[in-house]
């Protein structure tokens, strides 16, 4: 019985990889050039999420430091801290602005990753952000929400335009892999396909 079930899971989440791979080319594009000219000229992407949001910016941090598919010099980037020690610091909300304000530097990229961009702390983070003149990529579901309100016009917006959590979720790590294959294919040149 269970098997009917998950064989729906696979589909329909193929069915939307396929349905948001036109709509989502052009601002992953973005989110590369934005990643690449922040990386090349010296400067460092900070990445950041809630909850599982936050697995998927380590993930991303990572990717970037140690590589994709393909060896290449580390990239700087550094996971922004969701964790309970660093969140009880400060009043609600601020423990990820308070990071950008101490790490961020101007032409430095913020990485927010969201499921539905409501999340006050990512609000306040964007505002952090813009007040260090860094630019900032969103990567959400839903139509993005606040977070997505807040962006300015040099800030580069991807949403999976879904509303299941788990759909989205797997979009965004599709995305994430885009981006750190374009970035590499831009820093080292075409590679054939596997």
Known sequence: ?????????????ADLHYQVADGLAKPVDAAVQAVLACVTGGGKVLTAGLGASAGLAQYLAGLLVGGFERERPGLSAMALSADAQMVTLWPEDEALAHQVRALGHTGDVLFLISAHGAENAMVQAVQAAHEREMSVVALTGHQGGALARQLRETDVHVCVPHERVARIREVQQLVLHCLCDGIDTQLLGEQESY
């Open 1 to 13: 019985m269970l098997d009917l079930r998950i064989q729906q899971h696979f589909i329909d989440s």
